[in-house]
């Protein structure tokens, strides 16, 4: 017996469910879907034939039925849960949401005068336009800063083609002055 108040699940033996009791369970579990799929088929069979005492040659017997099953799933649909259901309820504040037709949106769309907007929104749009606006001075070069860039930009090239210059002028001295090293060494070998 352990010690203390609780006990230590290290070091215990695992239990494992047995293959063929996985099995049975699930041949249990697939029975009673079996079963409960033939009850509501039954039952769905017993109450449509029920329904349906006319002869096949009434016509209008049939045309009723589906207006009648129509209506049945109108009222299904209306259907609320709960106590919803059984009381009607007006509220003003309630959005009543009804189903509108393509042509008469496309109709209010192009009729609608654009909407307002708030403060906020205006001001966002405004800065907006003028930061693109300002964006593309900025390309094209006419605003002060790009200016000041663009003389930057110009004063860094000029300098490094100088350098690029300086560093060519270096290197070609370098050489003469190994070749006449070389020939110098050449002189004083065949003396």
Known sequence: MPRGKWTNH???SRRFTNPE???EQRKREEQERRWKKNNRGDDESSSEEEEKPATKGDKSNSEDETESESESE???DDNKKGVAGLIQIENPNRRQLKAKKLATLNETLDTAEPAQLSRREREEVERQRKKLHYQKLQAEGKTDEARADL???????QQRAEAAKKRED???EKEMAKI???AEMQKALGK
Do not use: F, T, V
């Not at 003389?151 to 090239?157: F, P, Q, S």
């Open 21 to 23: 009791e996985l099995e």
């Open 180 to 182: 006449q090293k070389s």
């Open 74 to 76: 109108e009222e299904s």
């Open 170 to 172: 270096e290197k070609k």
């Open 10 to 12: 290290k070091g215990r």
């Open 151 to 157: 003389a930057r930009l110009a004063i860094i090239k």
